[in-house]
């Protein structure tokens, strides 16, 4: 019964050969196969997971597919973790949180959505949260200010060199160096510095209004300068 | 605080940046306000731009991650009226789950039972069920695996082609890979009305099988084929589907 040029696994879908159970494991390499046929289903698998959206990742995930959230771990996990040490500057903490984040994502998928934004965002917005959380609680905030202490003591707070270490786009890089210096310097120390704008306003000796409004207006303006960068990660 | 003012906190809201009563204000305000929640939603993005260190996951963590999610007491999904034939289906959610680790990098597995189970999913929504299947479907068939498969032509599968009856032109067609990855691809039903969906079943040792709800203006749709199911059928159903076929059969078709 089988179609001709059908190739050699043909068989596998015939019930009266394959009998009723699948013989093992999806995508494993079946004994009776030539080793190129398990190869190109393996591959036509990894190409189905990764070609899936990041929503349609959330809602297998509902459903409780480990592999669907491995998936996502695999795209975001690492931007994740980088802005969680980037925040806290300790990786054990950085871990836990990144643990805490897709742990979050595990139980309650519902919580993302899609209308909002990209999942990439969605995951950043809630680790940044979570890692503020951590930096202002007590115990922390203690070990921050001598930290804080020590690296303005020895090599000079340099938040711009910080910045600009990190791995982001060059366009990014770009529209965040062309903003004007009050504005940058106001979004970094809340972002990366993890501080309140009445924090900010206090380190830079400002008006908490001024601080605010810099803060909003150089997002806006990053904004409107990364539309499309934003509209093509939102399709990914 | 007035709007202006809670206004004038969004960009510091995004950032995490705000003081527990000001936050707390700002979503009352957002809850009511999309045009603020648009406005946040966009700074979120600059800023997942800005903290996107691309750094590799770590590895170790996932370990962790899947201890823990194999080993936590999580209550059963809800049941599907649709999609018994989860039943059945190796990659099986809920009870039974295999205690079992998959590693990122090689997580290929049950990608297509993924995919049948967004489907199983959204029958068991209701609000916008099919625009959500027509988006899977459009997406799949954007240069999806799907579509470079059905292109290329040339792996092992078997094809079935459904047809309004035996000598009829083929009204679409379910292209069967060996490990039970199915595409179903429309090639000449028409777009429903709003609130109908095409709906694909399978006849399974005697039984009639949901293999999902197709959406109103199906193109590509993956599904999962067990071994036992030969002969497959598609209806005209309500949105989000039916747990049998209420309505007579569309196109048929049965592998040779």
């Not at chain 2, 510091?12 to 204000?25: I, K, R, S, T």
């Not at chain 2, 306000?33 to 700074?43: D, I, K, Q, W």
């Not at chain 2, 007491?73 to 205690?99: H, K």
Request: charged share 25%; glycine share 8%.
């Amino acid at each position: 019964m089988r179609d001709p040029g059908l190739g050699p696994d043909g068989h596998a879908l015939n019930a009266d050969e394959a009998g009723s159970d699948h013989a093992g494991p999806r995508g494993a390499p079946d004994a009776s196969h030539p080793e190129s046929a398990s190869l190109r289903t393996s591959a036509d698998m990894r190409a189905d997971l990764q070609a899936a959206s990041d929503a349609n990742l959330v809602l297998a995930i509902a459903r409780y597919h480990e592999e669907a959230l491995a998936e996502t771990y695999r795209r975001h996990a690492g931007a994740v973790f980088g802005l969680a040490r980037r925040v806290l500057w300790d990786v054990a903490l950085a871990e836990e949180v990144v643990q805490e984040i897709f742990l979050r994502l595990w139980n309650a998928p519902e919580r993302f959505d899609p209308e909002r934004g990209s999942l990439r965002s969605f995951l950043l917005a809630q680790t940044h949260g979570r890692a503020v959380d951590l930096l202002r609680s007590e115990s922390s905030r203690r070990d921050r200010e001598a930290r804080e202490a020590a690296s303005t003591a020895t090599a000079g707070y340099d938040l711009e060199q910080e910045v600009f270490d990190l791995a982001v786009s060059d366009q990014v890089r770009q529209v965040l160096g062309a903003l004007p210096f009050d504005q940058r310097r106001a979004i970094e120390l809340a972002y990366f510095g993890g501080h309140s704008y009445r924090e900010v306003a206090v380190l830079l000796n400002e008006p908490e209004g001024t601080v605010k409004s810099r803060i909003r207006a150089g997002l806006g303006r990053m904004h409107r300068e990364l539309a499309s960068t934003i509209a093509r990660g939102a399709d990914a | 605080m007035n709007d202006s003012e809670l206004e004038s906190l969004l960009g510091a809201y995004a950032l995490d940046a705000v003081e527990p009563d000001e936050a707390l204000a700002i979503e009352e305000h957002l809850a009511g306000c999309p045009r603020c929640r648009a406005e946040v939603a966009g700074y979120r993005e600059v800023a997942a731009l800005l903290g996107n260190a691309g750094e590799a996951a770590p590895e170790a963590v996932w370990e962790r991650i899947a201890d823990e999610i194999a080993g936590a007491s999580r209550p059963a999904p809800p049941p599907l009226d649709l999609s018994r034939m989860e039943a059945g289906a190796s990659g099986r959610p809920g009870t039974g789950r295999a205690r079992r680790r998959v590693r990122p990098v090689y997580a290929l597995a049950a990608v297509a039972a993924a995919l049948a189970l967004v489907v199983g999913i959204l029958s068991a929504k209701v609000a916008d069920l099919n625009n959500q299947v027509n988006a899977v479907s459009s997406a799949l068939s954007r240069g999806g695996a799907a579509q470079q498969f059905i292109a290329a032509g040339n792996l092992p599968h078997r094809e079935v082609t459904l047809a309004a009856k035996r000598g009829a032109p083929a009204s679409a067609r379910l292209l069967v890979r060996p490990g039970g990855t199915a595409y179903f691809e429309n090639t000449a039903m028409k777009a429903l009305p709003r609130g109908r969906t095409y709906q694909l079943w399978a006849l399974a040792s005697g039984r009639v099988v949901s293999l999902g709800v197709l959406g109103s203006a199906p193109h590509v749709v993956a599904v999962r084929v067990e071994p036992n199911m030969k002969t497959f059928m598609v209806t005209n159903e309500p949105e989000g589907g039916t747990s049998g076929p209420t309505t007579p059969v569309l196109a048929q078709g049965t592998i040779a």
